[in-house]
């Protein structure tokens, strides 16, 4: 991750915990309606329904889950409007969760053409065309720069050619948004691409010269639409296939998705934690240390997902068993009777983990090959011991309960409490 630029200390200022007081929350809710008032498009929360995507082809979700988790720390990924009056706003698209990954309807060129893309904060680019259904259109707006990129993300590894295009998401337009175009690949039945909206590091290595590439975010910043290079992420607890439950906010944070104040840390110094999304974190477990160590919060991984070691005392210390159908842990309802609380501590702050909030949702247990009254839980191996620098990833079961903000600009990662946090929904 890189270092500070010019425009850190404005960031840590302006997104302190302090902003999020009622006095600023009733500023921020001022400055939307000025907005409103002198813009043609602004909105405070630019909405995008979007659909869940389920395609385990053929694999579990925990084969899926940490597979990906390998690849990660091998390093295969790595290689608003403006208003009249100059105000940048804050812009959000709504998100829905599919069990395994979330997608957003995104617009390319104009006439626009729609493709699915999948959400990632694990990744940076934004790349087109692997869908031989629904392929990369060239319209009025694209720009061919002749550049050759080659990239891995979590469809594949691809080589494609960089364009330069007009890109929109919800009512959120960006020109001249560089994106790879690839050709068609099997086995991307319902997704166009990839909505990369992780560190612009990751994109470092992908062309000659090793420059990294603007990200959608940074363009959105560049082109003075957004007030800063933050990424706000509301998630609700999964109960179905088919609801949008979720909302990403471009520019800044929602000030409705979230309880009492955000807790701001910066993005952690250990390799290879510190390419994405990376935070320090202790985990404990009816009093006893679990895990202390460095790891990833991430969009594109469903569980949450802790070192070989970690798991090994977890399971051992609620009595679980390994269910060899869907690779999770299963216990009896007498064991669930006696969970106890999972503890995030994070920046020194204690964010809990709910008895209920480590159920696999027994509403889609049918969805990953369990029984329809089992009870699965969604803590599980992560497939490597600690001490490798990449010893947890906090999922998308992580980010139901917790609102979450990546800011890019300092760069910092942030974490709320929500209505959902301590709900029982599983």
């Given at each position: 991750?890189?270092?500070q630029?010019?425009?850190?200390s404005?960031l840590?200022?302006?997104?302190?915990?302090?902003m999020?007081?009622?006095?600023?929350?009733?500023?921020l809710?001022?400055?939307?309606a000025?907005?409103v008032?002198t813009?043609?498009?602004?909105?405070?929360?630019?909405?995008?329904?979007?659909?869940?995507?389920?395609?385990?082809t053929?694999h579990?979700?925990?084969e899926?889950?940490?597979a990906?988790?390998?690849?990660?720390?091998?390093g295969?990924?790595?290689?608003?409007?403006?208003?009249?009056?100059?105000?940048?706003?804050?812009?959000?698209?709504?998100?829905?969760?599919?069990a395994?990954?979330?997608?957003?309807?995104?617009?390319?060129?104009?006439?626009?053409?729609?493709?699915?893309?999948?959400?990632?904060?694990?990744?940076?680019?934004?790349?087109?065309?692997?869908?031989?259904?629904?392929?990369?259109?060239?319209?009025?707006?694209?720009?061919?720069?002749?550049?050759?990129?080659?990239?891995?993300?979590?469809?594949?590894?691809?080589?494609?050619?960089?364009?330069?295009?007009?890109?929109?998401?919800?009512?959120?337009?960006?020109?001249?948004?560089?994106?790879?175009?690839?050709?068609?690949?099997?086995?991307?039945?319902g997704?166009?691409?990839?909505l990369?909206?992780?560190?612009?590091?990751?994109?470092?290595?992908?062309?000659?010269?090793?420059?990294?590439?603007?990200?959608?975010?940074d363009?959105?910043?560049?082109?003075?639409?957004?007030?800063?290079?933050?990424?706000?992420?509301?998630?609700?607890?999964?109960?179905?296939?088919?609801?949008?439950?979720?909302?990403?906010?471009?520019?800044?944070?929602?000030?409705?998705?979230?309880?009492?104040?955000?807790?701001?840390v910066?993005?952690?110094?250990?390799?290879?934690?510190?390419?994405?999304?990376?935070?320090?974190?202790?985990?404990?477990?009816?009093?006893?240390?679990?895990?202390?160590?460095?790891?990833?919060?991430?969009?594109?991984?469903?569980?949450?997902?802790?070192?070989?070691?970690?798991?090994?005392?977890?399971?051992?210390?609620?009595?679980?068993?390994?269910?060899?159908?869907?690779?999770?842990?299963?216990?009896?309802?007498?064991?669930?009777?006696?969970?106890q609380?999972?503890?995030?501590?994070?920046?020194g702050?204690?964010?809990?983990?709910?008895?209920?909030?480590?159920?696999?949702?027994?509403?889609?247990?049918?969805?990953?090959g369990?029984?329809?009254?089992?009870?699965?839980?969604?803590?599980?191996?992560?497939g490597?011991?600690?001490?490798?620098?990449?010893?947890?990833?906090?999922?998308?079961?992580?980010l139901?309960r917790?609102?979450?903000?990546?800011?890019?600009?300092?760069?910092?990662?942030?974490?709320?409490?929500t209505?959902?946090?301590?709900?029982?929904?599983?």
């Open positions: 991750m890189k270092g630029n010019h425009h850190s404005e840590n200022q302006h997104f302190s915990c302090q999020f007081s009622q006095t600023l929350a009733c500023f809710c001022a400055l939307y000025v907005a008032a813009s043609v498009v602004a909105r405070e929360n630019i909405k995008l329904p979007l659909r869940r995507h389920l395609n385990l053929g579990t979700i925990v899926s889950d940490r990906r988790a390998l690849s990660l720390r091998a295969h990924l790595h290689a608003g409007t403006k208003s009249s009056s100059g105000a940048r706003s804050i812009a959000s698209a709504v998100i829905t969760n599919t395994v990954s979330y997608t957003a309807e995104v617009q390319i060129g104009s006439p626009a053409h729609s493709y699915t893309l999948l959400l990632d904060t694990a990744s940076s680019f934004i790349l087109v065309g692997i869908s031989s259904d629904n392929p990369y259109v060239k319209t009025s707006t694209s720009k061919d720069t002749g550049q050759e990129i080659s990239t891995s993300n979590r469809l594949g590894s691809f080589f494609g050619e960089e364009f330069l295009d007009t890109v929109t998401i919800g009512d959120l337009t960006v020109t001249d948004q560089p994106i790879v175009v690839v050709k068609p690949s099997e086995g991307s039945e997704v166009d691409g990839i990369g909206l992780g560190p612009d590091d990751l994109t470092e290595g992908s062309v000659p010269g090793g420059e990294s590439i603007p990200t959608f975010i363009t959105a910043f560049l082109e003075d639409l957004i007030p800063a290079k933050v990424l706000g992420i509301s998630f609700e607890p999964t109960t179905s296939l088919s609801a949008a439950n979720g909302e990403l906010t471009f520019g800044g944070v929602d000030p409705t998705r979230f309880t009492g104040s955000i807790k701001f910066p993005i952690t110094s250990t390799s290879p934690s510190n390419e994405f999304v990376g935070i320090d974190q202790s985990l404990s477990y009816a009093g006893r240390n679990i895990l202390t160590s460095s790891g990833i919060v991430d969009t594109g991984t469903t569980l949450l997902l802790i070192a070989t070691d970690a798991f090994s005392t977890y399971q051992a210390a609620v009595g679980a068993t390994l269910d060899p159908i869907t690779g999770l842990l299963q216990i009896t309802s007498e064991q669930f009777a006696d969970l609380p999972l503890i995030f501590t994070i920046g702050q204690i964010f809990e983990f709910t008895p209920n909030a480590q159920l696999w949702p027994r509403a889609l247990n049918a969805a990953v369990g029984e329809a009254d089992g009870i699965y839980l969604i803590v599980n191996d992560l490597t011991p600690s001490g490798e620098g990449l010893d947890f990833i906090n999922g998308m079961v992580f139901e917790f609102y979450t903000v990546f800011d890019s600009g300092t760069p910092q990662f942030g974490i709320a409490t209505l959902f946090t301590d709900a029982t929904t599983n």
